[in-house]
Structures are given as C-alpha cells and as structure tokens.
C-alpha cells in the first residue's frame, strides 16, 4: 500500500449497504491488486454500514464499474477534500 493514499487530502470513498458487501468488496479489490484502503466511514457521511472503501479519485471509475459488474452494492460514492481539521464532502453522480 502506498503511504501517499493515507496521508491524502482529497480522495473518494464508496460505502456500502452491509459490512458484508465492504468486506467482499475489499477482497474483490485486493485480487486485481487496487490501491485502495478499508476505512471507518466518516461521521460526516451517514451510511448503514460502518466500512468504506477509501481511493484516490483517478481510480474511481474503474473500481466502481468493477465492483458493480461483480454484484456488490454501493450504497454512495463521496469525494472527500479535508480542509483543516474538516472535511467538505460532496456526493458523486455515478
């Protein structure tokens, strides 16, 4: 895993409808190698489950077609810019 996906100010994040569509999600992911980290989803985005898939925005696209075409739900996909001790968070169209 590159430290850069950790240290980010801006990226984006799916969540999900279950812990058990993140965690297939998360496998699904790790098996074509993708730069991704399972995270906590933030408290300014409420969603049913408690994990989210954190991405650089460049890859966005691609995951999300991928996850989709292997029958995983997500329930949102958010861009994340942290500004200061905040984060603005919009809502992507996918």
Do not use: W
Request: proline residues 2%.
């Amino acid at each position: 895993m590159d430290n850069s996906l950790i240290k980010t100010n801006n990226y984006t994040v799916f969540t999900f409808t279950s812990t058990s569509n993140a965690l297939k999600a998360e496998r699904l992911l790790m098996d074509i190698k993708a730069e991704f980290i399972l995270m906590p989803t933030l408290r300014e985005i409420s969603s049913s489950c408690g994990l989210s898939v954190k991405m650089a925005p460049e890859n966005q696209s691609v995951y999300y077609q991928y996850l989709i075409d292997h029958n995983i739900d997500i329930d949102g996909t958010y861009i994340v810019e942290k500004q200061g001790k905040k984060n603005l968070i919009t809502k992507a169209r996918m």
